[in-house]
C-alpha cells in the first residue's frame, strides 16, 4: 500500500512575498481555484494580521474554495492566532499555522530569551490556537539550524500541547541533503508524538544554495508526509520547494510508493497562471515547466528521441498538461474558442467585456501571427489588466538602424487627454523611454529590465519585465507584444501606474 504525501502550497503566501509578485484578492482567489483542481490538500492563503489585504484575501479564498483545507499564518502572538481564527471563519476546512524561531541565532539575537523559554512560548501559541480549530500546525522556524536534540523536545512538547502537523523549515536554505534527511529520522525516532501517529512531519525548504527540491526529497525519504512548496518555485529570495518538481519526481519514481492527489496534467498551465499573474517569467531551463523542458537541440538526443522517446525524455509532456496537438487559434476562431482555451488554461473569466477586450487584442495579433499559442493567451490575458490604467500608450513609431540615430515619436493618453513627444537615443527602446519620460516629468531611474520571448518564431509575443525606482520605492511592470519596443514601453507604463 502507498504512502500518501500532502502538498501544502503556499504559493499565495510565501510565493507573494517576492517584490513585485503581489496580487489582488480576485487574483488571488483566481490561483485558489486553480491550486484545488490541481489537487493541492492545503493552500495557506495568506499571513492575516499582516495587512487587511490578506486578512480579506483569507476571507475570500475561504468561501471560494471546497475542499482543500485553507490555512492562516501566525506569529507564536495570541493577537495574531485571534485574527487567523477570524479570518478562517468560512473557510470548510480551517488550519492555524503558528510557530517560532528555534535556532540559538533566533533565540538569543530576535527573542532575546532562553531554550526553555522558546519551548513555553511555542507550547502557549499551539494551546491557544487549538481553542480555534483541531488542526493546529506548528513551524520551528530556522530549524535547519537548530540543534537536533534540542529541536526534537520542541517538537514532543508542541505535539503535546495539539500540535498536528510539525513544520521543519529550513529557512536560509542552508542544509545539505543528508543533513536534512538526518534531522528529519532524528525526529521520527526520537518524538513520540510521531511514532505513534498523532502528527506528521513537514518539509519547508528554500533554496539559497539550490538545494531546496533535493533536501525536500531527503525530508520524504526519511519519513515526512507533507511538503511546503510553490508554483514555480517562487519565495522569499532564491525561492522554494517547487511543486511541479516533486509531483513529478514522485510520479517517475513509483518504486518509492508515494502517492500524491496532484493532477499533474494541471501543472503547465497552473505554471503559466501563476507566472502571468504574477509578472514572473519561468526560466527556460526550469525543471518541467520551462520551455526548453522536453526541447532537444543535440543532435544525438534528437536522433534518440525520433528513434524512441524515451531515450532522453522521463516524462511524458502530456503528464504535465503540454499537449503537443493542442488546438490552433487563428484569426478565424470565434469568441468562444478563444475563452474555452483560456478556461482549459486555468483562466476562467465572467466578465464578458472584458473576454470582449482580450478577443479584441486576439484578434489583432491573429492578423499578425500564424498562429497564437497558448503563452500568447495567457499573456494577452494577463496584459488586459492594464485596460483601465490612467496612462496608456496611444501610438509609438520608431526610426532606427545601423549607422543613425534611433528616434522615437510618442503619444500617451493620460486619463482622456492626449500628450505627444518626440526624443532620440541609443538604441530604439532608449529613445522611446526618453520621449515617455518627456511627457511624464518625473524623476525614475530603470533598475531592472529582462525580455522573455516565448518561443521560437520571430513574429511571436514577447515579454517584458520592468523594474522602476521613484521616490525611493522600486515599481515592477509588464508589457508583451510582438513589437519589443512597444512591450517595453508599456512595461515602463505599467510600472508609472503604479507609482505612489
Given amino acids: 500500500m502507498s504512502d500518501r504525501l500532502f502538498i501544502f502550497d503556499t504559493t499565495l503566501r510565501d510565493g507573494e512575498q517576492v517584490p513585485g509578485c503581489q496580487l489582488n484578492t480576485v487574483e488571488k482567489i483566481q490561483v485558489a481555484k486553480q491550486l484545488e483542481q490541481l489537487g493541492v490538500d492545503v493552500i495557506e492563503a495568506g499571513f492575516p494580521i499582516s495587512s487587511p489585504g490578506d486578512f480579506n484575501s483569507v476571507i475570500e479564498i475561504s468561501k471560494a474554495v471546497t475542499w482543500p ?13 485571534d485574527v ?9 476546512r480551517k488550519r492555524i499555522h503558528t510557530g517560532i524561531g528555534t535556532s540559538d541565532s533566533h533565540i538569543q539575537f530576535k527573542f532575546n530569551s532562553t531554550r526553555e523559554e522558546i ?3 511555542a ?9 480555534y480549530v483541531e488542526d493546529v500546525e506548528f513551524y520551528a522556524e530556522d530549524a535547519g539550524r537548530t540543534d537536533n536534540e534540542y529541536l526534537a523536545r520542541v517538537i514532543e512538547a508542541v505535539i503535546k500541547a495539539g500540535a498536528t502537523v510539525c513544520n521543519i523549515p529550513d529557512t536560509t536554505g542552508y542544509c545539505l541533503p543528508s543533513e536534512y534527511g538526518e534531522k528529519i529520522k532524528y525526529l521520527m525516532e526520537h518524538v513520540d508524538g510521531l511514532s505513534s501517529g498523532k502528527a506528521i512531519l513537514s518539509t519547508h525548504c528554500h533554496n539559497d544554495l539550490g538545494m531546496a527540491t533535493a533536501n525536500t526529497m531527503s525530508g520524504i525519504l526519511n519519513g515526512a508526509r507533507q511538503v511546503e512548496v510553490t ?3 517562487i519565495g522569499e529570495r532564491a525561492g522554494n520547494t517547487s511543486l511541479e518538481e516533486i509531483a513529478m519526481i514522485l510520479k517517475c519514481h513509483k518504486h518509492l510508493g508515494i502517492d500524491t492527489n496532484i493532477n499533474t496534467t494541471k501543472i503547465y498551465p497552473t505554471s503559466r497562471m501563476v507566472s502571468s499573474l504574477m509578472n514572473m517569467p519561468v526560466q527556460p531551463n526550469k525543471a518541467v515547466v520551462g520551455r526548453n523542458a522536453f526541447a532537444h537541440s543535440s543532435g544525438i538526443h534528437q536522433d534518440g528521441v525520433l528513434k524512441n522517446v524515451q531515450t532522453y525524455e522521463i516524462m511524458d509532456p502530456k503528464d504535465v498538461g503540454l499537449n503537443d496537438n493542442s488546438i490552433v487559434l487563428t484569426a478565424r476562431s470565434g469568441r468562444a474558442a478563444l475563452k474555452h482555451r483560456l478556461e482549459e488554461l486555468g483562466v476562467k473569466i465572467e466578465d464578458e467585456k472584458k473576454v470582449d477586450a482580450i478577443y479584441q487584442k486576439f484578434l489583432a495579433l491573429a492578423d499578425r501571427k500564424k498562429e497564437v499559442n497558448d503563452e500568447d493567451i495567457l499573456t494577452l490575458a494577463g496584459a488586459d489588466s492594464a485596460e483601465n490604467h490612467a496612462v496608456r500608450l496611444d501610438f509609438l513609431q520608431v526610426t532606427t538602424g545601423m549607422g543613425v540615430r534611433s528616434v522615437a515619436s510618442i503619444g500617451l493618453d493620460i486619463s482622456g487627454q492626449k500628450f505627444e513627444a518626440a526624443a532620440t537615443g541609443n538604441g530604439p527602446v532608449d529613445a522611446a523611454i526618453k520621449g515617455l519620460k518627456k511627457i511624464i516629468m518625473k524623476q525614475m531611474t530603470l533598475k531592472e529590465f529582462t525580455i522573455q520571448a516565448i518561443s521560437k518564431g520571430s513574429d511571436d509575443m514577447g515579454k517584458v519585465h520592468m523594474q522602476v525606482e521613484y521616490n525611493g520605492n522600486l515599481y515592477y511592470g509588464f508589457g508583451a507584444n510582438t513589437d519589443i519596443v512597444t512591450a517595453s514601453v508599456e512595461a515602463y507604463i505599467d510600472c508609472i501606474n503604479k507609482f505612489k
Fill in 69 to 81: 483545507t485553507i490555512c492562516a499564518l501566525t506569529r507564536a502572538v495570541e493577537k495574531d492566532i
Fill in 119 to 121: 519551548i513555553e512560548r
Fill in 231 to 233: 508554483i514555480n518555485g
Fill in 123 to 131: 507550547v502557549a501559541a499551539v494551546k491557544y490556537a487549538k481553542k
Fill in 84 to 92: 487567523a481564527a477570524e479570518s478562517l471563519e468560512y473557510a470548510k
